[in-house]
């Protein structure tokens, strides 16, 4: 599908998004091995959770979807069935890598598997620390399909330093350390987003993080005690998106006249980071109703048209903006100035070379771009000119240049923008409901 964006004299409105994606994997998983019912609220049914549910059917978990609401009956702990069929993961290195942690603490066999882009995902960040657990698990050359079996002694305790910060990593060695023989620790480079621990506190499990300090580095540290009782189910209403929510607020950022409310929004300070370099390029943003539940924090967002400046991205706050970069570049082109971003090499790895693809369509649409080794540079005129670009597959890439669209000198033309349907159904009737002109051909 093709679609096409139009300039637009201003964005104006409210509006909600479905929960956030991160926060909907690990609800259901952990739902799936709590001993009891649980209830989510405002679940998000999109490409990259419809196979996590489709997972539990082989692990014999009952649950029921009504509307955005998803009811998980778990059994707990070791309750899982070994799966008959290769466990289809989709284009979601978050369901692969989270799915191994859990199938392996609930000592249950199977082969996980995916497309063609998730089988260029390093797995070995997972396989090589599970191994030392004397977990059964094994990659294809590094990658995908990984195969598991019930390992025939109970799971070792380790202490583990995560060669990059990565929340999919630390979460999988998480889940696994749960029906360890004695507790684990794991140490990362960065602050990585912690879901997960905020979730398994809240259901009864003894997890402490802390920050290390020393020779002027800090590293951040998760302790992981063994389960003593069965965790208990949840009962949460998921925040939106912050990682949806970032197309909109610099769609009203960089559209002349616009002024959007965004609802609901997690604010999470391990996912915040974009929110920091927005503001911190004069992005007019204000946050109103802040509330919290289950441990995470949320409120709503005003975003008002703004003069953008160029700033420097490099240290902790990439990995708390990791998936953010693709939009923070289109920021970019409308700011003034040069804008760097450095240390930002894991783009590489994700649904396409963000790094280089995100260079490359820049360049197509007018934007003067270099592409670094760890990331890129940007020459911000506040102008992009327009044309054709291609989404390459990722989901992240198509919304980008669709909200690029909206402000540029002439329309944009996004080539296979059918794959905002991964993470975000609702993205282009939002757009319109706002006032943006998209025209879409099959």
């Given amino acids: 599908m093709d679609c096409i964006v139009y300039p637009t004299s201003g964005l104006r409105g409210s509006i909600s998004l479905a929960g956030d994606k991160s926060l909907s994997h690990r609800a259901l998983l952990l739902a799936a091995m709590a001993e009891g019912t649980s209830k989510i609220e405002n679940f998000l049914l999109a490409g990259v959770t419809q196979p996590m549910l489709n997972a539990m059917d082989q692990f014999e978990v009952k ?13 707990g702990m070791g309750s899982w069935r070994d799966a008959e069929r290769v466990i289809d993961c989709g284009n979601s290195a978050t369901t692969i890598r989270l799915l191994a942690g859990a199938m392996a603490a609930n000592h249950c066999a199977g082969i996980l598997d995916g497309s063609e882009g998730l089988r260029r995902r390093p797995m070995d960040r997972i396989v090589e620390p599970m191994q030392k657990m004397g977990i059964n698990i094994h990659s294809t050359e590094g990658h995908a399909p990984l195969t ?14 995560l060669p990059v910060a990565s929340a999919q990593v630390k979460t999988c060695l998480i889940l696994s350390a749960l029906t360890a023989d004695r507790p684990s620790t794991f140490i990362e480079p960065g602050p990585s987003r912690d879901h997960t621990e905020r979730m398994l506190s809240g259901m ?10 020393g020779n002027g580095t800090k590293k951040f540290r998760v302790q992981v005690a063994p389960l003593k009782r069965p965790l208990k189910p949840i009962s949460m209403h998921l925040p939106s998106d912050i990682s949806s929510a970032a197309f909109f607020i610099v769609a009203g950022l960089i559209t002349p006249g616009s002024e959007i409310i965004i609802n609901n929004i997690g604010l999470n300070p391990t996912r915040a980071g974009l929110l920091e370099v927005l503001q911190k390029m004069n992005g007019i943003i204000a946050t109103e109703n802040i509330t919290e539940q289950s441990g995470e924090t ?39 100035g040069e804008t760097v971003v450095t240390q930002a090499e894991e783009l590489r790895y994700k649904e396409s070379d963000r790094i280089a693809m995100l260079c ?32 390459h597959g990722d989901h992240r890439l198509a919304m980008a240049f669709m909200v690029a669209g909206l ?6 033309r996004v080539r296979g923008a059918e794959v905002v ?5 609702e993205f282009i009737p939002l757009m319109r409901s706002l006032g943006a002109e998209i025209i879409c051909m099959e």
């Fill in 204 to 213: 009864g499990a003894q997890i402490m993080s802390d920050v290390i300090e």
């Fill in 360 to 391: 490359q369509e820049l360049s197509n649409v007018g934007v003067d771009v270099t592409e670094l080794n760890d990331g890129f540079r940007i020459r911000g005129q506040r102008r992009v000119r327009g044309g054709d670009v291609d989404a």
């Fill in 298 to 336: 949320m409120g709503d967002l005003i975003v008002n048209s703004s003069s953008l400046q160029a700033t420097d991205v490099n240290g902790d706050v990439v990995v708390r903006m990791i998936d953010e970069f693709p939009i923070l570049g289109i920021a970019a082109a409308f700011a003034e």
């Fill in 407 to 412: 402000a540029a000198e002439n329309p944009i």
């Fill in 421 to 425: 349907q991964e993470s975000l159904p």
């Fill in 148 to 161: 598991l079996q019930p390992t025939k002694s109970r799971i070792r305790g380790i202490e583990y330093e």
């Fill in 63 to 75: 649950w029921e979807l009504a509307g955005k609401t998803l009811v998980v009956h778990g059994k």
